[in-house]
């Protein structure tokens, strides 16, 4: 992977900036330059640079793969970038340095935050409990159309029957994601690998085998795009309008994601619990997985109870950056 310092004019700005002198310190315990006083974040439409996520999942993966240890390194191997490099980069993508983002996903970090969600949703804190459903800067409305259980309907709204939908490949914070709209509600947005599009548009057709698709990357959609991934003073205040069809049970699990708060972690099984199912793990678990509003419908937040970040449809590695991403956000 080539990483360059510029692109072509009238694209997004390169995922670097300059840091000046005054903004590093001599460090006397790890013998190194370190960061102080990093550059103010910037969200909207300058973070949805193209350039960006390949290059942080590339460094995600190699920490990954070294489980961390890659971080106390001079450099990383499969990047080879050295740390002042990815510094800038993640500077630029989630407003900290690569070590603060790391803090964000640390054993201690998660498990603090999945103690959290016990005292948040089962604990009597009115205050807290009033957090719930902030999943978002934007007010979130939902049109639920409820799929019948079995398969023995084969026509009908839940199948996208006089449905017109619009759609079109975006770039965004964790690389380009697949948007689709019925009007102005949002019925389905996905991640895309790099060969991937054709398999994401092929779903987008079998979740509404019965609507009109048409194929659509315009500037109102950029715009939504924007909207999505905004920080908090950035969204507007236009409400997101989504548009889920599923089966009640999922229904159920969807509307429960929607009360998790940007931040948060909870395992599957205190989701379960959460929604008064607590030996429904594992069809809370498909109920989660079978979400098709990523970002959104927050089911990255959701791990396993002994803080494992795995099992996400669209990569672990996009589900760490995305929790780390949020956790860093204003």
């Known amino acids: 992977m080539v990483l360059r310092s510029g692109i072509d004019k009238g694209a997004a700005p390169a995922p670097f900036q300059k840091i000046s002198s005054h903004q590093r310190r001599y460090d006397k315990f790890s013998h190194k330059e370190v960061l102080i006083n990093p550059p103010p974040f910037f969200p909207g439409a300058l973070m949805i640079n193209p350039l960006a996520y390949p290059a942080i999942a590339m460094i995600l993966d190699s920490l990954d793969q070294d489980h961390g240890k890659a971080a106390a390194k001079t450099d990383i191997r499969a990047s080879d970038l050295g740390p002042s490099v990815m510094d800038q980069l993640f500077l630029q993508w989630a407003g900290v340095d690569l070590r603060h983002f790391l803090h964000t996903l640390s054993p201690d970090q998660i498990r603090r935050k999945l103690a959290a969600s016990v005292d948040l949703f089962f604990g009597a804190n009115p205050a807290e409990q009033a957090l719930a459903g902030r999943s978002h800067p934007c007010a979130i409305r939902c049109s639920l159309i409820q799929r019948p259980s079995s398969r023995s309907s084969p026509q009908g709204r839940h199948q996208g029957a006089g449905l017109t939908i619009r759609h079109g490949l975006y770039p965004s914070p964790f690389g380009t994601c697949l948007l689709a709209l019925s009007g102005e509600r949002i019925c389905h947005l996905s991640f895309v690998d790099e060969g991937q599009e054709s398999a994401c548009l092929a779903e987008l057709g079998q979740r ?35 548009l889920l069809s599923g089966t009640s049970f999922q229904l159920q699990v969807w509307q429960a994601l929607l009360t998790l708060p940007r931040g948060s972690m909870i395992s599957y099984q205190g989701l379960a619990k959460y929604l008064g199912h607590p030996a429904a793990t594992r069809a809370v678990a498909k109920g989660v997985a079978a979400n098709a509003v990523g970002w959104l419908i927050p089911c990255h937040r959701v791990i396993r109870k002994n803080g494992e970040i795995h099992h996400y449809r669209w990569g672990s590695t996009r589900k760490k950056a995305m929790l780390g991403w949020e956790a860093c956000r204003p």
């Open 208 to 242: 509404w085998p019965q609507a009109i698709l048409i194929a659509d990357d315009t500037m109102p959609h950029q715009a939504k795009i924007r909207q999505i991934f905004a920080a908090d003073g950035d969204a507007g205040e236009q409400p997101l309008n989504l």
